[in-house]
């Protein structure tokens, strides 16, 4: 497989190529192939003027077109728009398991959910009732008012600000999460995420949690 971008666009997004894929900068006709583990400003550029065209012994024919194996004579280019085009391995790493529910409730974005299944609707989670922090959990992921869909993430990075690196929990303040596992009897403490920076959780609540006598 051929892609083809700019040498200035291969610069900027650094890829890793998948073992055997051409790219090619599309401005000076330079081109690399992927070992599948090298991002693009790592490996050396190969032999030649400009990429291979085709497999090599093609069956009774001139210029091997149909036969062997090799890179397409005609690849695709790749076409980018806002839909459709390249991302950094930064945005890769901020990827989550998204998915779209109706809000019970008014809720800003980073508000801790529970999912209610009498009504299907996502309400905040709070520490002091077992409830709401037994079952499935999610972080908002837009403000949203009382029965509107938004987004719900139920597992990835979530960016917001204020957090300290650490583990972090339900909160009893309804919609909250917390450095500081709630104390008092019967509070729940459930451990929803981690906090790998000031600005970014890794969330992955636990399937437990314990009732404080």
């Known amino acids: 497989m051929e892609r083809r ?15 055997g ?8 006709g330079k081109y690399k192939i992927g070992d599948g583990r090298s991002k693009w400003n790592s490996m050396p550029y190969k032999s030649g003027a400009s990429a291979p ?8 024919g001139s210029g091997g077109s149909t036969g062997g194996s090799g890179v397409s004579s005609d690849p695709a280019s790749i076409v980018q728009d806002s839909t459709h085009r390249f991302v950094s391995d930064a945005e890769k790493a901020l990827w989550n398991g998204k998915e779209t529910g109706i809000a019970g409730e008014n809720l800003v974005a980073g508000n801790l959910c529970y999912f209610n299944t009498v009504d299907s609707k996502f309400y905040r989670c709070d520490a002091t009732n077992e409830v709401t922090c037994s079952g499935k959990l999610a972080l908002v992921g837009n403000s949203v008012l009382a029965n509107n869909s ?3 993430i139920m597992n990835g990075k979530f960016v917001t600000t204020g957090l300290t690196p650490g583990n972090y929990f339900a909160s009893d303040t309804p919609g909250q999460i917390t450095n500081v596992a709630p104390v008092g009897t019967g509070k729940i403490v459930r451990m929803i995420g981690f906090a790998i ?10 399937s437990t949690f314990i009732e404080l006598a």
């Open 21 to 28: 894929d051409v790219g090619t900068e599309s401005d000076t």
């Open 150 to 152: 938004c987004d719900f």
């Open 53 to 60: 065209s085709s497999g090599s012994g093609g069956s009774g």
């Open 5 to 19: 971008a700019t040498a200035s666009q291969w610069r900027a997004l650094n890829p890793i190529l998948s073992y």
């Open 197 to 206: 920076s000031s600005t970014i959780i890794d969330f992955n609540p636990s």
